[in-house]
């Protein structure tokens, strides 16, 4: 007889599983933001019990991805331009950390692993999708290579918004920019070097530039050149640790 540990480590695989797959239903644009989840119906798609499908939408509720309203139901989240500022900051934040990290403590084969990324990246330049794929290898080896489980948690939480923000502002039918290369370049150049401010600085200036160009895709306003809240507080922010 299988011990009831064995039985919740089973729904807890599960779970993971549907989780996966909703997230993927929802990038591949067969979930729409805004839509209502009906566990019954997920169960029957995915040929399982309820039990996992509950489980699944418990943490996509905490990866902000689903939000549950009492006696309503629950809901796929929609995105919003707050979250975008949000979401771009911490990633800089985080993926900065992990840059400082790897280039503090990076073994040469993780940096190795890093610059074979890179490669594939430059290589991918006029194939936007390859390129996109590459691109958010990139800084999840930022991450992942840091060998810090937590900061690689908090990025993990992050990766579906971050899809979605680059899928819904058509990111993935712009045409490239070169600059975004030689940002990475410089990214990889500074951890390759062991020079971890530099490194960490990089990164953060880097997501925010790319979250200006996803906020100005997805407003379809390019012929606005504002500068939106989020770059100005970093640049307020950079300023006030210049001046102190």
Not at 11 to 26: G, I, K
Not at 50 to 62: I, Y
Not at 160 to 182: E, R
Request: negative net charge; charged residues 25%.
């Amino acid at each position: 007889m299988r011990s009831n540990d064995d039985k919740n480590r089973d729904r807890q695989s599960l779970a993971e599983r549907v989780a996966n797959t909703l997230r993927e239903m929802f990038l591949n644009g067969d979930m729409i933001p805004g839509q209502r989840l009906i566990e019954t119906e997920i169960a029957g798609q995915l040929d399982v019990s309820r039990g996992p499908v509950r489980d699944a939408l418990k943490a996509l509720q905490e990866e902000g991805i689903v939000h549950i309203e009492p006696r309503k139901g629950t809901f796929i989240a929609k995105l919003c331009l707050e979250d975008l500022d949000d979401i771009y900051l911490l990633r800089g934040a985080i993926e900065g950390l992990g840059a400082k990290t790897l280039a503090e403590k990076g073994s040469p084969e993780q940096i190795e692993q890093l610059e074979y990324c890179l490669a594939n990246l430059r290589d991918s330049i006029h194939d936007l999708r390859k390129f996109a794929h590459y691109d958010m290898q990139f800084h999840e080896l930022l991450c992942k290579l840091s060998n810090h489980k937590w900061l690689y948690k908090q990025w993990l939480s992050m990766k579906t918004y971050i899809w979605l923000f680059i899928k819904s502002s058509q990111a993935l039918d712009t045409p490239g920019d070169l600059g975004m290369m030689d940002s990475h370049t410089e990214i990889f150049q500074a951890i390759q070097h062991r020079l971890p401010t530099l490194a960490e600085q990089a990164v953060r200036w880097h997501s925010i530039l790319a979250g200006e160009q996803i906020k100005m895709l997805w407003e379809q306003s390019s012929d606005n050149p504002r500068i939106p809240q989020f770059i100005k507080h970093h640049i307020e922010e950079q300023s006030s640790l210049e001046c102190g």
